[in-house]
């Protein structure tokens, strides 16, 4: 069977010399790819020099087009958040408007670059917006591209109000959360692996 990658971007305001909960349960899907042979990868965002704009090199020193050639090369797609105030994290929507910048460069066949790519979304908080959160990520991957299968999203917040986070509140003992790990892991999985075999015709969606 033809070999996958799949790729975390880990838009947590933490640097990696800090413990995230982001990455903590994005890893928990990606335990699951890694058994079913997916070659995987997380970014940490925080830990890169990205540059504010619409453009796939701002110059001056932006590492985003580092970045970038790595999102090219992969099969899935999996963009990690925290929430702050209901709302995904800046740094989530830093890498979405980035991606948005080189929404008109095209693949080998003229579609979007980010075509047969699938996609989906992890949200960890103590407060609520999850859905929110994995909305507007969801669509807007969708609209630049990237397939999202269903339950494309996974999640776990705390009681309402502030508490614990994901890794001090035990979420990885909710069985809601378990399961849409699973779900997420197997249907980006299964989408994968058909458009990697049988990719979508180059018929009614040329960009150029």
């Not at 790729?7 to 349960?25: F, G, H, M, W, Y």
């Not at 899907?29 to 070659?39: A, R």
């Not at 099969?75 to 958040?81: K, R």
Request: negative net charge; without cysteine; glycine residues 8%.
């Amino acid at each position: 069977m033809t070999s996958l990658k799949a790729l975390v971007l880990n838009a947590s305001l933490k640097s990696s010399d800090q413990l995230s909960n982001t990455e903590v349960l994005t890893n928990e899907v990606l335990d699951i790819l890694s058994k079913e042979n997916v070659e995987t990868e997380v970014i940490r965002l925080a830990d890169y020099n990205i540059s504010l704009g619409i453009s796939k090199d701002m110059g001056d020193g932006d590492e985003w087009p580092q970045i970038f050639e790595k999102i090219k090369e992969v099969d899935i797609l999996l963009m990690g958040t925290p929430i702050w105030l209901g709302e995904k994290s800046s740094l989530a929507t830093l890498a979405m408007e980035r991606l948005n910048g080189s929404s008109d460069e095209t693949n080998q066949y003229g579609q979007s670059v980010f075509y047969n790519k699938v996609a989906g979304v992890v949200v960890t908080g103590n407060e609520d917006g999850a859905k929110h959160a994995a909305t507007s990520i969801i669509f807007g991957l969708s609209h630049l591209g990237f397939v999202i299968p269903p339950h494309a999203d996974a999640y776990w917040v705390g009681e309402a109000g502030p508490g614990p986070s994901y890794i001090e509140g035990e979420g990885q003992n909710n069985s809601f959360t378990k399961k849409h790990v699973e779900m997420l892991a197997y249907n980006t999985l299964h989408l994968a692996r058909m458009f990697k075999e049988n990719p979508i015709p180059a018929k009614g969606n040329l960009l150029d």
